[in-house]
């Protein structure tokens, strides 16, 4: 059911900055908040972003989103060789009444 | 400190049940809506089901409709999914997760536990 689009994968450069996209619909990102997780194995996801662009506490200000239209980008500055994880998108979808992810970027800092 | 804790996950043949549960700490549990979600292997997260705080509404993905039910036992601080029918493609590490702000309906989550694993197959 998963219709949030993400690149599979991603690598840069500790210190450089990344931009992972996360392409919906309007019926999902259009419309509703986009949140942003990191996985990391056997560990519990994390919440980096919700309603868009806020971070809970916690989280440091090198992460941040946006959303324009049926997208959203997570940006991550200054990366550290921590940050290799896979990312998820996240977004209720209120034509088809679920919640969706999108598939994962794998994140490699390098 | 909040807390999740995910148990009864297994390996189980096509067909078969299995029951999961998810325990709760450090927040007032019935405040919260939860959602069930899972990650099979090699792929990304897929929400299966969700519950609102007082139980009293639930909604489930297409995946799992009329096969896994979701319940909760405010009293005890515990979440359940019921899950029968079961198929290889259920096979996944199952997560439960609290939603981020108290009433319902927000759609982001904050908690999750290390999940539990399951596996389908003959």
């Known amino acids: 059911q998963s219709v949030l689009t993400q690149p599979p994968s991603m690598s840069a450069a500790p210190g450089q900055k990344v931009t992972i996209s996360c392409s919906g619909s309007r019926s999902n990102i259009g419309s509703n908040y986009v949140s942003w997780y990191q996985l990391v194995p056997g560990t519990a996801p994390k919440l980096l972003i919700y309603e868009n662009n806020k971070r809970p506490s916690g989280i440091p200000d090198r992460f941040s989103g946006s959303k324009s239209g049926p997208s959203a980008t997570l940006d991550i500055t200054g990366l550290q060789t921590g940050d290799e994880a896979d990312y998820s998108c996240g977004a209720w979808d209120s034509s088809l009444t679920a919640m969706l992810f999108g598939g994962g970027t794998k994140l490699s800092v390098l | 400190e909040e807390q999740l804790l995910e148990s009864g996950g297994g390996l189980v043949q096509p067909g078969g049940s299995l029951r999961l549960s998810c325990e709760a700490s450090?927040?007032?549990?019935?405040?919260?809506?939860m959602s069930w979600v899972r990650q099979a292997p090699g792929k990304g997260l897929e929400w299966v089901s969700a519950?609102?705080?007082?139980?009293?509404?639930?909604n489930y993905a297409d995946s799992v409709r009329g096969r896994f039910v979701m319940s909760r036992d405010n009293s005890e601080n515990t979440l359940f999914l019921q899950m029968s029918s079961l198929r290889v493609e259920d096979t996944a590490v199952y997560f439960c997760?609290?939603?981020?702000?108290?009433?319902?309906?927000?759609?982001?989550?904050?908690?999750w536990g290390r999940g539990t694993r399951v596996t389908v197959s003959s």
């Open positions: 997760a609290k939603e981020l702000k108290s009433g319902g309906g927000y759609w982001y989550f904050d908690l």
């Open positions: 450090g927040f007032t549990f019935r405040d919260y809506s």
């Open positions: 519950i609102r705080g007082s139980g009293s509404y639930t």
